[in-house]
């Protein structure tokens, strides 16, 4: 089984719809991350959450909400999806012993919103 | 501000030909330095990494990168690519601090002519 669990892999939504994407994790690290990526723009910060009781806005929080429900589990929602969320999501996981190295990605997530 | 950029977004070399993907980064304390690969469908997998020490870092599936402090540059390197190189490649900064996150460049499409 992979080290970071991706839920689903690929999803097509209705602009409108609330999604919810879903991140599990076997590393035992107990820092979270939501990234999206799009062509020509990289991987941009969504949000992240440090510890369970601990979650921070990333540079493009806006129309999204996080819920990390135990150290292995965070879920990204899309409250009501709109076409510009169309994006490769990806989740990854980090140990704070380690700083920012030792980033653990996730698949990936492709989501489609018509 | 922090920030990496990767002045290429598409590169074509032949097989067998030596390949240089350009990184510079902009962060204000000792960066911790990373290059990921992401081949078509797939996640991100952690080429290399430098932190401290040997300028030059040796990293996996025959790649290497430089660290030139005086340059703000990190550049990715190969004597030989395979076709099995195709891929998209990801410059990415970070620190140790316990706050620190990892800031991705937009990325360099790299493609393989036979």
């Known amino acids: 089984d992979a080290d970071v669990t991706q839920t689903p892999r690929n999803r097509i939504t209705k602009t409108g719809k609330r999604i919810m994407l879903e991140c599990s994790q076997t590393?035992?690290?107990?820092?979270m991350y939501w990234y999206r990526q799009d062509p020509g723009l990289g991987l941009r910060l969504i949000y992240y959450s440090f510890d369970v009781k601990d979650i921070n806005k990333g540079e493009i929080s806006d129309g999204y909400s996080v819920s990390r429900q135990a150290q292995a589990k965070f879920s990204l929602s899309l409250e009501s999806a709109i076409p510009n969320q169309t994006a490769l999501y990806f989740c990854?996981?980090?140990?704070?012993?380690?700083?920012?190295?030792?980033?653990?990605f996730g698949s990936g997530t492709r989501l489609t919103v018509v | 501000a922090q920030s990496v950029t990767q002045p290429d977004i598409h590169i074509t070399v032949s097989e067998g030909a030596s390949l240089e993907l350009r990184c510079n980064y902009s962060?204000?304390?000792?960066?911790?330095l990373f290059w990921y690969v992401q081949s078509p469908g797939q996640g991100l997998q952690l080429l290399l990494k430098y932190f401290s020490g040997d300028t030059l870092v040796q990293g996996i599936k025959g790649f290497e990168a430089e660290f030139k402090r005086s340059q703000s540059s990190f550049n990715l390197r190969k004597p030989s690519v395979h076709w099995s190189d195709a891929a998209e490649y990801f410059c990415?900064?970070?620190?140790?601090?316990?706050?620190?996150?990892?800031?991705f460049g937009s990325g360099t499409r790299l493609s393989i002519r036979p």
């Open positions: 590393k035992g690290h107990d820092r």
């Open positions: 990415a900064v970070g620190g140790y601090s316990s706050a620190s996150k990892i800031i």
């Open positions: 962060y204000g304390a000792t960066p911790y």
């Open positions: 990854a996981t980090s140990d704070s012993r380690q700083g920012s190295y030792g980033y653990t």
